[in-house]
């Protein structure tokens, strides 16, 4: 791998959240339970409806988060800081690689909760400027048979205003990404407008920006990323970001079934519009190589795949841009992580950061720490 490394620390460097009093072993201890309880709870969570659990799971955690004592478990058993961890990207400094992907916490919910499980950054939304209730339910499906998702939630969200008053009543101060889209009913002849309103909302409470325009579950957005309209559209939201000072880099996440035409004109709509960065990829609308039965993948329906069999396409994604761009684009990987290899395939195909999603939900909370510790152990 080309890139520099990071120096690296010694272990008395290494941050402790809680007061010196609390034992490492104890710590050790408490994180190895709640590893193994996370894959007992796994069996009965994948009985019940995906999207209910999400609902139920973040419930009981905003619940244990208000207990300090448990919060501070928690801190202690997920956050995992170390020097060689940190990476500086677009000015900001990430405490780790390690990101949560958009659309698990799309309201902006739960960054507080979501912070104690030692994410380096959280990406929100993906908002709209208008509340949508999205498509009808069911609309989450796993294939526990390829460690997978299809989902076609259609952008489910209460509104960027409201996500924005969310940011700031937040108490942890987490590198936060705001994920902005279109509603559903906006033609894509407007849809300038709508990720002008979301942006504009959003300014002052995220870190940096994703434009999405790479989600199948929204009719016709995916035309967005045509040369012409991907153009307007960055050259607006670029131009907003001029008059406000020019401070939040600003991202485009893209669809892993795109050509390699379509890869270079995103390559070169990047260059020419001065965007900071990709995020690759976004769900996939193929349906290649399951193990899962065709009929089963069938009575599912349309939507977006994620996990496991997504892992090559997207790294193929990773490698294609980096290498087209002479590694001028920094680019944040999403799609099939799951374990330390997983992130380190991303990373070394010329990834700065990575996200999770469907590896959150297969692995557990303690996702985080078992790739920021592999990441460490394979420097
Ligand atoms: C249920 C679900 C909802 C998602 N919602 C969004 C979204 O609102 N915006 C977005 O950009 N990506 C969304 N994604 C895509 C993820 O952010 C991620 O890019 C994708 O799932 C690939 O990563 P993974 O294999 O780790 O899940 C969603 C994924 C899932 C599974």
Not at 206 to 214: A, E, H, L, R, T
Not at 275 to 280: D, P, R, S
């Amino acid at each position: 791998m080309s890139r520099e490394r990071p120096t690296y620390g010694v272990r008395s460097q290494i941050s402790l959240s809680l007061p010196q009093t609390y034992d490492l072993t104890l710590k050790y201890f408490t994180f190895h339970v709640l590893l193994s309880m996370y894959h007992l709870i796994r069996t009965i969570l994948f009985k019940i409806d995906a999207e209910k659990v999400h609902y139920r799971v973040m419930k009981w955690l905003t619940f244990a988060c208000t207990i300090p004592p448990i919060r501070s478990i928690l801190k202690a058993s997920f956050v995992y800081r170390h020097p060689s961890l940190e990476r500086t990207v677009w000015g900001i400094r990430f405490p780790n690689p390690v990101g949560l992907a958009a659309g698990f916490d799309k309201d902006a919910k739960y960054t507080d909760q979501l912070a104690c499980l030692g994410f380096g950054f959280i990406e929100i939304g993906t908002v709209t400027p208008r509340q949508q209730p999205g498509n009808p339910k069911p609309r989450l499906f796993r294939l526990p048979a390829d460690n997978a998702l299809i989902n076609r939630m259609g952008f489910n969200n209460d509104g960027a205003t409201e996500a924005a008053r969310r940011l700031g009543v937040r108490k942890e101060r987490i590198i936060i990404g705001g994920n902005i889209g279109k509603n559903k009913d906006t033609p894509n002849e407007n849809a300038g407008d709508d990720y002008e309103k979301s942006f504009l909302a959003l300014y002052d409470q995220v870190d940096y920006f994703v434009v999405n325009v790479s989600s199948p579950n929204t009719p016709g957005l995916r035309a967005l990323q045509d040369k012409e309209p991907l153009t307007q559209l960055l050259n607006k939201l670029q131009t907003l970001n001029k008059e406000k000072g020019g401070s939040k880099p600003i991202l485009l996440k893209i669809a892993p079934d795109l050509t390699n035409e379509q890869l270079d004109d995103i390559i070169d709509i990047i260059t020419t519009t001065r965007l900071h960065g990709i995020v690759a990829t976004n769900t996939t609308i193929s349906r290649q190589n399951l193990a899962t039965s065709e009929s089963e993948v069938a009575t599912i329906g349309a939507g977006g795949l994620s996990g496991a069999p997504l892992r090559g396409r997207a790294t193929e994604v990773i490698k294609y841009i980096h290498s087209h761009s002479n590694g001028n684009i920094p680019i944040i990987a999403s799609g099939g992580i799951f374990t330390a290899a997983d992130a380190i395939e991303k990373l070394n195909a010329g990834a700065s950061l990575i996200q999770v999603y469907t590896g959150f939900i297969y692995e557990g909370p303690a996702i985080t720490k078992k790739i920021c510790k592999g990441i460490i152990q394979n420097r």
